[in-house]
């Protein structure tokens, strides 16, 4: 993870050889891939919720732990190549204050965009706001408004030493408001009592702006020719992932939750040395996912034209995809528990004891929505993307 302070990089070009470039397909292809595994665990959570935590490895099925724990790749993959194409984006802009400022309206745009529009999709009238990704994604863009400013190696020494020094800070627990402001900055996930609901923070802003500065940082990285990006991206992910598996190995530092070796067997033991800390994002959950992400990078130009072209296609529009999605996931979700017990019932809010009787989680059932869902996605995916390479209005670079 410390690669992007030490290889060489190439010089920003002029923005007229910029609009030039064309689009690094790579990136489209791994976001498509992180946008449509994301859309296994919002699946999850309306239409297989379950009564034991998939992250449980001494209650939880193999089967429950993989499907929770596959999808951990999406938010760290997201949010770095978020990074990288805003580095991207200010090659072909005039000057570095327009991308501040769209920075700060897209990011406050964002925020708006979780309080309002995902928050009533997850909902369904539960009295909570709950801060998730695209509320830490705006916040991570705001706060990058001001750090493109900085010396980029200072703003990677930045980024680096928080990640790899987040473990010193002390967290707070349990958080009241009169430590609502830094918490929301790093804590662990909290619920505080506000007026009028009261507000979930799953997602707190600093350790994913970290990561969006890491990924602004590479971003001349994909700037450099395929063969030498592609050989960075693999030695920096793989460096990553024995950073990840060695330091994992010690139990020694990196992540607040030890691994064990399990009575239930070598296998869960090995799910055991998996499970690492999303929530705040541990140096270690960032060391497998993000290694992980860079390797699919570098390899991502190897794989066939027909299926780049089909994850590319999500990978494109990606804040389009995540809302519609959304409504697809959480719209049907109503109407089957209306229809199937009778009323409709928020299982991802609902504690269990309020569970119809009849209802039973269902990973068969999860995978058959998945498919529909991704397969129902894609014609409106290809149509946006369509719409946006034919038009250039400027509230197109909000969504």
């Known amino acids: ?48 919720a379950t009564p034991v935590r998939p992250e449980d490895v001494a209650q939880a099925p193999a089967a429950l732990f993989l499907t929770r724990w596959v999808t951990h790749f999406c938010a760290p993959t997201f949010v770095f190549l978020a990074g990288v194409s805003i580095f991207l984006y200010q090659q072909k802009q005039p000057s570095r204050s327009a991308v501040s400022r769209f920075l700060l309206t897209r990011g406050l745009w964002l925020v708006m965009l979780e309080l309002v529009v995902i928050n009533f999709l997850l909902q369904w009238g539960y009295p909570l706001l709950v801060l998730e990704v695209i509320w830490v994604l705006g916040w991570s863009m705001v706060l990058l408004a001001g750090a493109i400013w900085l010396p980029r190696w200072l703003l990677a020494s930045l980024a680096l030493v928080f990640l790899f ?9 349990p958080v009241d408001t009169r430590h609502l402001g830094g918490a929301l900055l790093y804590d662990s996930p909290f619920l505080v009592a506000l007026h009028p609901v009261p507000v979930l923070a799953a997602y707190t802003i600093l350790p994913w702006a970290a990561v ?3 990924g602004y940082v590479a971003g001349p990285w994909f ?16 460096a990553a992932l024995l950073f990840f598996a060695g330091l994992r190995a010690t139990n020694w530092y ?10 239930r067997g070598a296998g869960y033991t090995l799910l055991s040395f998996l499970n690492v800390t999303k929530y705040p994002p541990s140096l270690l959950f960032l060391g497998l996912t993000l290694g992980g992400a860079l390797v699919l990078l570098a390899v991502a130009g ?3 034209s027909r299926l780049s072209s089909w994850l590319s296609t999500y990978g494109r529009v990606p804040l389009f995809y995540f809302v519609l999605h959304f409504m697809l996931i959480s719209g049907g ?9 009778g009323h409709a019932i928020n299982l991802s809010f609902a504690a269990v004891k309020d569970w119809p009787s009849a209802y039973h989680p269902s990973l068969p059932r999860l995978y058959v929505v998945w498919v529909c869902v991704v397969a129902i996605m894609y014609w409106p995916c290809r149509w946006y993307q369509g719409y946006k390479q034919r038009h250039s209005y400027w509230w197109l670079s909000y969504l």
């Not at 992180?34 to 959570?45: K, N």
């Not at 020094?165 to 627990?173: D, K, M, N, S, V």
């Not at 990196?254 to 009575?263: E, L």
């Not at 979700?333 to 017990?341: E, G, I, P, S």
């Open 1 to 48: 993870m410390s690669q992007p302070a030490t290889l060489p990089l190439p010089g920003p070009a002029a923005p007229s050889e910029a609009a030039a470039r064309p689009r690094v397909l790579a990136i489209d292809v791994v976001r498509g891939l992180a946008m449509i595994l994301m859309a296994i665990d919002h699946i999850r959570e309306f239409w297989c």
């Open 165 to 173: 020094g987040q473990h010193l800070l002390p967290t707070i627990q």
């Open 212 to 214: 969006m500065a890491a």
């Open 223 to 238: 700037w450099a020719a395929p063969a030498r990006r592609t050989r960075w991206l693999g030695l920096a992910g793989g």
């Open 254 to 263: 990196g992540d607040p939750s030890p691994w064990s070796v399990q009575p």
């Open 302 to 304: 190897r794989l066939p």
């Open 333 to 341: 979700a109503y109407a089957w528990t209306r229809l199937a017990f």
